[in-house]
């Protein structure tokens, strides 16, 4: 069975910093591209960085320069650290994993809280 685990959300203070890990069981980890999502309270998800199996990063870009998407495919895990949080980073970030060969083929987590306020 596929399973997504998210970790290191929490409660954190306007300028503060996280970092959240998404570790992967029951899919080969290499041939997926992992991303991290989110969904902002009353809004819609919405794509916040991805990560090919080679590295190749895309980044929001309202989050640029603040968040950098990393994965460790040793560990299967991928990590989104995040610097200069702001109020409206406040979301539950969800991981994804998506085929680099079979479209339409997805995984996700269950979510972790973030909230940036004073």
């Known amino acids: 069975q596929v399973q997504l685990v998210e970790s290191g959300g929490g409660l954190v203070q306007p300028g503060g910093s996280l970092r959240l890990s998404c570790a992967a069981s029951?899919?080969?980890?290499?041939?997926?591209?992992m991303g991290w999502y989110r969904q902002p309270p009353g809004k819609q998800r919405e794509l916040v960085a991805t990560i090919s199996s080679r590295s190749i990063t895309n980044i929001r870009d309202s989050v640029k320069g603040r968040f950098t998407i990393s994965r460790d495919n040793a560990k299967n895990t991928v990590y989104l650290q995040m610097n200069s949080l702001k109020p409206e980073d406040t979301a539950v970030y969800f991981c994804n994993a998506e085929s680099e060969f079979y479209i339409n083929t997805n995984y996700w987590g269950q979510g972790t809280q973030v909230t940036v306020s004073s």
């Open positions: 029951g899919i080969f980890f290499s041939n997926y591209i």
